[in-house]
Structure formats: C-alpha cells, structure tokens
C-alpha cells in the first residue's frame, strides 16, 4: 500500500515558491493571486512500515525550523489546488534521491520495481480566480504536458481525507523485448522506413546502407553469427551515427560556392578541413601550449607545468525548444561530461550560457510550442539548477532576443575543466584501448527518456517531432560520478573515458571501439530504469548522467570498490576487441553485427549549393535619416532596448563563487550591477594564475553578411578577454555554429542556396580571423536546422528560420590575476581615451534596429592592425597604466560610455570631435556606430604620457575626463552641448524592462 508525506512552510515563513508563481501568473497573464502556498508531496511505492515512514519523515523530510508535515493531507485555505507531476518515466530527481536517503536512514534495500516519488500542490487563493485561470496556471506556467501532469481542484472537488489520492507514475511496459529483421528489398523501402521509425536518414545514404548489407562477403559473415537482413539495432545505430548532430555531415559535405559580385565559384570539399582543420593544425605547431585538439570530446591547453585545463562547448535547441527546463538542465549537465571525458578525466571549474530566444513580450500571431517568456524561464532554471546543484561556478553568459528565434530557440553551453598534466606517469590528455579492456557503464541507468535525441535536433521542429528524446538531467548522480572518475584516474584506473552524449551507448562505444578495433557488447548487463526495453532502444537510449569507461581488467575489483564507496553503478557490459566489429548480443543471441569502419567510409558527401547575393543585390541600403533633435532621450531608448539593458535577474539566479575561484566577478562596478566585459577564474587555488574567459554573439549582423558577423563576433570574443587582462599570445577559440536548414528546396526552402552561401562565408572568415589573431580553435560544435514551422492566428503553418548564429568564446591563461583590471571608472580626474577608430558602421546596429532599419555598412575587422592595438592594450594592463577597461560593443559608444560611468557612480565629459574617426561623422554616428576594435579607459593623469607614448601612430585619442558630478555629459562635433544624463536616469532607463524580475 502506498504511503504519502506532505511538507510545506511553518505560516510564518514566505512562501518563496509560492510568490513567484504569483508573480509569474500577473506577470504572464495578468491574474491576481493574493497567496499561494506549495506543498511538497512524497509518495512512497515501497514496503515500508508506518513507523519507518515516520522516521523518514521526521528525520529525513522536514527541517522541524521552518517545516511542518504530516502522513495525510495537510489543512490549506484554498479556493483553487493545482497539482503537479512527472509522467511515467521521466527523471524525479529529488524522488531518486529520497530512495538513496530512506535507504541510508534505515539501513534497508527498496526492491526492484519500488520507489519513492515527488509532486508537488499550489493552493491558491484569490475571490477573482477562475477554473480557466487556474488550468491556464497549471499547463501555461507549472508545467509542461511532454514530461508532467497535472489536476486542478475547485472546494468542491477537494476532499481532506485523500488529497489527491495516490498517483504513481511507475513504467509498465507489458512488452517482451525482441530484436527486429527489417527488409530493405529497395532504397524505397529503406527510406520508408526512415520516416516511420524518425532516422532521419539522408536521401544520399540510403544507396550505401543497402550496398553495404547485399555485400556478398558481408552475408557470409553475418550468416556466421545467425544475421541476414538488418536489425533495427543495427539500422539505428547508423542513423545516429550517420546524423549530422553525430557526424557533422554539413561541415564535411561538399560545397559548390558562387559569388555573383565577383562572378568566381570555387568547390569546398569540407568546410571542416579546409577553414577550421587546417588553421588549427598550423597554430598548434607555433603554439606550445596547445596540448591536444581535434579530436577528444573537449580540447586541452597548458595551464602551468603541472596542470592542463579543457574546454567545450555544445548546444541543447531541439528538447530546450519543446521541454525548457529539461532541455537546458540536460544540456548542461551534458556538456559537464565532456571535461569529465576528456583526456583522462578533468575536474570541472566553469561553465558558461548564451541564449538566443524569441522577444520576451511577444504578442504576435504565431504560436510556438513555448511562449518565449515561458521558455527562457525554463532554460534559465534549467542551466541554473545543472550548475549550482553541480557546484560549478557560472560567472559568465549573454542573453539575446530575435523574432527569428521564435522557431527555434538557441542554448549554447560551455564548460572548462582542469587536469593534472600527468597521470600515473603518462601524459593526461593521451588515452586508448587494448582488445581484451572492459567496458563499463558509469552513472545513470537506462531508460526510454533521450532516444532519437540526435536525429530529432538533426531535423527542423514540427508537430512530428517525437518528444522522446526531452530528458532531465540530474547533476546530483552526475556530480558523485565525477568525484568517484577523479578518484579513479588518480589511481591509475582508467585507461581510457569517454561521455554517453549523443547516441548514447551506440556512439561511445561505436565510437571508443575504434581504438582498441572492435567490440563484444551484452545489451541484457545495461543496468535499466524499467523492464520492456528493446534493444536498439537500450544502444541508442540519451538517459543521462552516463560515462563509459575502458580499464585493465586486472583493476576491476578496485574500480568496482570505489564506485560503491561514492554510490555510483559501475556494470560491465563487454569487452573491447580487435575484431573490426561492433558485435552486440542479448542473452547470447547476435542483434548487431557491422563493420566498425562502417560508418567512417563510404558514403558519399552531401553535397550543397552556394550562392552568395551581396546585400545591395537582396534589396538593403543604407537608409537616410535626419538629424535627431533629443539625443539624451535617445540614449535612455538605446540603454532600455532588450539587447542592452540589464539582465542581472539573470545572472544572479547563477552560483558564480562556489569552489571560492572567482576573481573578476559577473556583474561588477560600485553596485555590481553592470556585466563584465569577461570572466577570470583562478582554478588553481594556491596560484595566482588564472583562466579569462569570454564569448560572443552577434546574430543581427547576418541579415547583412554572415561574413562580417563572424568577423565582429570573433572580434569581440577576443576584445573581451583583452579588456580584463587578458593575454592576446595565449588565446584559444571555441566555436558554435547554429545555422537554418542549407539544403535547397524550391518548395520548402528557396533560399537554402543562400544561408548555405552563408555558411561559406562565415567559415571564411573564421579561417583568417583565427590565423590573423592566432587562435587554436580547442573544440567547436555545428548545430544545423534552426527552423521550426509554427501555426499562426488561423491554423495555417509558418517557416520561421533563426539567424545565421555563432557564439564565439575564448578562454586563455593569465600568469598573475592581481594584474587584471574591470570597466569601471575609478577616481574623478582620470582622463578618458578611446582606443580604435570609428567608422560609419552602423548597418545591421541596436540604432538602426531602433529606427526600424537594417543598412548595409556593416562593421568590418582590420584583424592585422587590430592585433597590434590589442598587443599594444595588453602591454598598457601588465604596465599597470589604465584605471579602467571596457569595449565598445552592440550599441556603440553612447550606450558604453554609459555603462562606464554607472558602473564608477562618477559622471564624465566626453568630446565627440575628438574621437578617432576615420572621416568627418555626424554626432548620432560617433555615438551609435558599432565599428569593431575600440575600447573606452580611463588612465590616472601620471600614467597619461605613457600611455600616449605606448598609443603613438595607433588611432588612440583622450576625448574626456572623469568627473565627481555623476553625469554623463557629451559635447558635438560642433563644440555645443549635445547631451547631459544623469547616471540615475541612465541606470533608471538601463534597469527598467526587466526591473521587476530582479
């Protein structure tokens, strides 16, 4: 019989739960709530006594403080319930951990099929709430139908003896797993079934996947071992590794580019080799620090002489797109494991964000699966709870909005890890496999939750999506795994690791296989969730929170030992070989037999259409604009547009102290409420080494060219970490394409030719970025296929294509972290400079967006002559010469030179006609153009001449000074008074959109 515990806050406590959903119901739909209580609701399917349920509760669920709980339902005042939970078969994990405290608690077992399970019941009171409003509260607010359910409750409907009863949402597969021949008779037949089991297989494909199994020689081996025709084993685990998610399929495809400006063309065989390969291979020979690239789940640099740190960056679009909280937090555990599968082993110590989502007060006519206000609470939770229930700082992110991203949002992760430079003698960073090594499964057990992930998000979203592959990581399980690899890898215990990412199973060990050349894999050891798996769904199941790792089967019995002692599951499920197969058994009978380099070979490139129109030829120009008579007021419209102002409700809801590294902290200044220019950790607690670490994102300049957004984008990574102290000679990239659907269709996609072009152009242009500032690119991700197809007002269907988008982040080592310098100003006096030239660049800027207006003066990177300034600005840090630091990014100068004197409290004078320009510019020109290369300092008057002299023949000019009036006050080209702001009323605007959040 089951059992329930119910918890909520003594009365005299605030509901902290409880008040953001009322806030969130105004907030969201303007429903007035005057209280909500949250209750929590422990349900337990277990054989327990009731005395030992009362232990439990007593002793395990209730803070006796601040809680009071009870084994019936607790009396509420109410007018409306809402009650919320899981699904079968979605992670609990606050209920996976209750089953691990009840067991320690009572030195018991729960046996197999017994668990403990959470939900959770809002009373809600308010005379002006409606059934509607609550159900709107409930499905539109508390929940999400793909992993919860959820009841609403009137007075009348309540009853105090039962609650809600008992609702167990326990899996019950009444199935018999079995393996499945498939014939493929004719390429049509294949392709058929690629659409009724979502492969997503490509067109291309299909033609060597059947040649492959009517291989003569081929039959006669797989007759060997009872096989004719191909399993679904062994059909889906080709289509994840033949996804371009798994594969990267685009990057290494063909491309047939154009260029109707020039009239040239030019055949790319790969994208990959030719523009990110082939610059990094050539950097890494003049860079001694760069340790390994390329080719492990995260690359590596030198960190000092006895550490090396990793870094790696992902993106989680498609589940965060359809499931916010789950996608993000999956998405973001996800990437942890990368570090941690990296090498041997790192240790994480950072993780960063970049969201890219649709406007926040959208109130148009599509209707996308989240509202984007919904979705980016749920990924901005999600991200949070994967980082600070890790214990993992998050010090650095950006938030972006777009309508173009109402079809698909973007979530970029990013994580960095250290490791010791040696493990049992060998370098850390080198791993491999010798046959007769076992296989084993770390962490997570295995369950439907995460498969097709890899093909859905290599797929545009629609209403076929499967919402299979949303899953909820869990950092609890994943964080006891990481600190049980650390041991392990210190003891010479691993001989090679790898993450359960994409694929799961299929591609880490289809995958790890490749080094040792073969392996023998016993599906029914996976240790599972729940009877009634198939086997293809156990190979190519994402259930999270996994590793697989190889070891010396003379260390099992120790690796074993250790995984008890940190409550981690090990199990062996095979055994490496040197076969050249990937042979899967299930209770002794063969259900996947294929060559290993299968999936390596063989299939023909996909092949793509470039063609690049210069922007004048698509309709764009440069738009002719009179004079603007209040420019103070449109400096405040500039600080307040979504793009710029404040998101420190954000970054304050991320842990960035834990591990106690932090040394230029997320928001900063004499408030510390204005961002960082970037990020320094110091990871190594007894140095005064640091990393910096910085990102950027410009999409909006792909409207214009992906070529000069690529450029402006590297460009501002890079400007960042210079602006805190960073190291321009010891600088490595990572970098993140997401990118709308290339492929050519009259019907669905006409302009496929052209974001294909752009994606040309962008790779161009990162090849000369990288070489000209000399960045290795450490790691790197392609994400394609961000378009959704969303319904409109009437039911009809609409396209909606993100923008060609690249996060670029640099990280690099600082050698003394007491060098480093933050943006704001310091001491009244202090003179202004600005470093860099302005230019009229204002296409694709916050000004022109402003005015309802895109241009075609796009900025444009110098990289060469940048280099130098940016050597030149480092040298002037290390000198200790400046007071202050920051860059000029999106919104140009006016919006910061603002943010520098909010962040000092000190106001400034600022003479625009002395400001480096490259010809005679208007006033809202100099302010609002968003030229790259330009920094903002202040510099005390005894370090001026220095710093002049370390300036000369570069475009470096004093326009100002720092002044004790807390104004900003700036002078035209015309030598009048052209705006005077208040650092309250710049604050009070640049705070204002999302105040209420904070």
């Not at 995958?511 to 009877?531: H, M, N, T, W």
């Not at 006033?923 to 202040?938: K, M, N, P, Q, Y």
Request: hydrophobic residues 40%.
């Amino acid at each position: 019989m089951p059992q329930r515990i119910e918890i909520t806050l003594t009365e005299n406590l605030v509901d902290a739960e409880g008040e953001a959903l009322r806030h969130k119901a105004k907030n969201y739909f303007d429903i007035d709530i005057d209280t909500v209580r949250t209750i929590q609701i422990v349900t337990i399917d277990a054989d327990l006594a009731d005395a030992q349920v009362e232990t439990a509760r007593s002793e395990i669920f209730t803070n006796p403080v601040t809680q009071v709980s009870d084994l019936t339902p607790l009396a509420v005042d109410f007018d409306w319930i809402i009650w919320i939970g899981f699904r079968p078969g979605v992670r609990d994990n606050p209920g996976a951990t209750a089953v691990e405290a009840v067991e320690d608690l009572l030195r018991v077992k729960l046996a197999p099929g017994q668990a403990i399970y959470t939900s959770r019941r809002y009373c809600l009171k308010g005379a002006t709430i409606t059934r509607q409003d609550a159900e709107k509260i409930a499905g539109e607010i508390l929940a999400n139908d793909i992993i919860q359910q959820w009841a609403v409750y009137d007075r009348s409907q309540w009853d105090p003896g039962t609650g809600i009863g008992f609702v167990i949402p326990k899996v019950i597969l009444d199935h018999t797993p079995e393996v499945t021949t498939l014939a493929i008779d004719s390429d049509a037949t294949l392709a058929r079934l690629s659409d009724e089991r979502s492969l997503s297989l490509n067109p291309s494909d299909i033609p060597t996947i059947r040649a492959y199994f009517l291989d003569p020689v081929v039959q006669r081996q797989r007759q060997a071992v009872s096989l004719g025709d191909p399993t679904d084993v062994e059909l889906e685990y080709i289509s994840q590794g033949r996804s371009d998610h798994c594969n990267h399929n685009t990057f290494g495809g063909r491309f047939y580019y154009r260029d109707l400006s020039t009239g040239e063309s030019e055949t790319i065989e790969s994208l990959f080799k030719t523009y990110i390969e082939a610059p990094t291979l050539a950097l890494q020979k003049k860079k001694p620090w760069v340790v390994s690239v390329l080719w492990d789940n995260a690359g590596v640099g030198r960190f000092d002489d006895d550490n090396c740190y990793t870094i790696t960056g992902e993106t989680h679009n498609s589940p965060s797109n359809m499931e916010a909280y789950g996608g993000a937090i999956t998405g973001i555990v996800g990437i942890y494991r990368d570090p941690m599968g990296t090498g041997k082993g790192s240790r994480l110590i950072m993780g960063s964000y970049g969201y890219c989502v649709g406007p926040r007060d959208y109130a148009g006519d599509l209707k996308p699966k989240l509202h984007p206000k919904r979705l980016l609470d749920g990924v901005i939770e999600g991200v949070r709870d994967g980082g600070n229930k890790s214990g993992i700082p998050t010090p650095f992110g950006q938030v972006m909005f777009h309508p173009g991203y109402l079809g698909k949002c973007l979530v970029f992760v990013t994580a960095l890890g250290i490791m010791p430079a040696t493990v049992d003698g060998a370098p850390s960073d080198r791993k491999t496999i010798y046959p007769g090594d076992l296989a084993i499964m770390c962490g997570g057990r295995v369950g439907k939750d995460g498969i097709h992930g890899v093909t859905a998000s290599s797929a545009t979203f629609s209403a076929n999506t499967p919402a299979g592959h949303v899953q909820i990581g869990d950092p609890y399980t994943q964080k006891k795994m990481h600190d049980f690899l650390l041991e392990a890898r210190d003891e010479g215990l691993i001989r090679f690791i790898t993450d359960n990412g994409g694929g799961g199973l299929s591609s880490s060990v289809g995958e790890s296989a490749r080094f040792s050349g073969g392996c023998e894999i016993q599906l029914e050891k996976v240790p599972l969730k729940y009877d009634g798996l198939d086997q293809w769904e156990i190979w190519v199941s994402e259930s999270q929170e996994r590793m697989t790792v190889a070891i010396d089967p003379r260390h099992l019995d120790r690796f074993m030992a250790l995984s008890r002692l940190h409550a981690v599951e090990s199990t062996v499920i095979g055994t490496y070989t040197d076969s050249g197969k990937i042979h899967i058994t299930y209770n002794g009978v063969t259900c996947a037999y294929v060559d290993l380099d299968l999936l390596t070979s063989a299939f023909p490139k996909w092949e793509f259409e470039a063609v690049w129109q210069p922007p004048e030829r698509r309709g764009l120009s440069e738009p002719v604009l009179g004079t603007p008579i209040d420019m103070a007021g449109l400096i405040l419209d500039l600080l307040a547009r979504p793009n710029i102002c404040s998101k420190a409700w954000v970054t304050r809801q991320y842990d960035h102290e834990v591990q106690g590294s932090s040394v230029i902290k997320p928001l900063v200044g004499a408030g510390q409420d204005i961002p960082t220019d970037a990020a320094v950790i110091r990871p190594v607690l007894a140095s005064q080494c640091g990393l910096v670490f910085s990102q950027a994102l410009i999409p909006m300049y792909s409207a214009i060219d992906a070529y000069h957004m690529t450029t402006c984008t590297i460009d501002e990574a890079v400007r960042r970490a210079i602006a805190v102290g960073g190291d321009p000679g010891h600088l490595g990239g990572v970098d993140n394409f997401c990118w709308p659907n290339i492929q050519y269709d009259p019907k669905t996609n006409p302009d496929g030719r052209h974001k294909a072009a752009q994606l040309v152009r962008a790779c161009k242009a990162l090849e000369r970025m990288c070489l000209a500032y000399g960045i290795p690119l450490l790691s790197g991700k392609d994400s394609m296929y961000v378009d959704g197809h969303l319904p409109g007002r009437y039911g009809e269907t609409h396209k909606v294509s993100a923008l060609e988008t690249l996060q670029f982040s640099v990280t690099g080592v600082i050698d003394d972290v007491r060098q480093c310098i933050t943006l704001d100003s310091k001491v009244a006096g202090d003179r202004v400079w600005i470093v860099g030239m302005t230019r009229d660049e204002l296409g694709g800027s916050e000004y022109y967006d402003h005015l309802g207006k895109i241009g075609v003066n796009v900025p444009t990177v110098d990289p060469e002559a940048f280099a130098e300034v940016y050597r030149r600005m480092a040298d002037a840090i290390r000198q200790g010469l400046l007071a202050s630091c920051h860059g000029v990014y999106r919104g140009g100068l006016a919006v910061h030179l603002g943010l520098v004197a909010m962040a000092g409290e000190l106001g400034m004078t600022v003479d625009l006609a002395k400001v480096p320009a490259g010809d005679a510019l208007r006033s809202d020109t100099l302010l609002f153009s968003e030229s790259a290369g330009r920094f903002i300092v202040t510099v005390a008057p005894d370090n001026q001449d220095a710093f002049a002299a370390l300036f000369a023949g570069r475009p470096a000019a004093c326009v100002g000074e720092v002044t004790q009036a807390p104004e900003l006050a700036i002078t035209g080209t015309d030598g009048k008074n052209l705006a005077t702001l208040s650092v309250d009323a710049m604050k009070a605007a640049w705070k204002r959109p999302f105040g209420d959040l904070i």
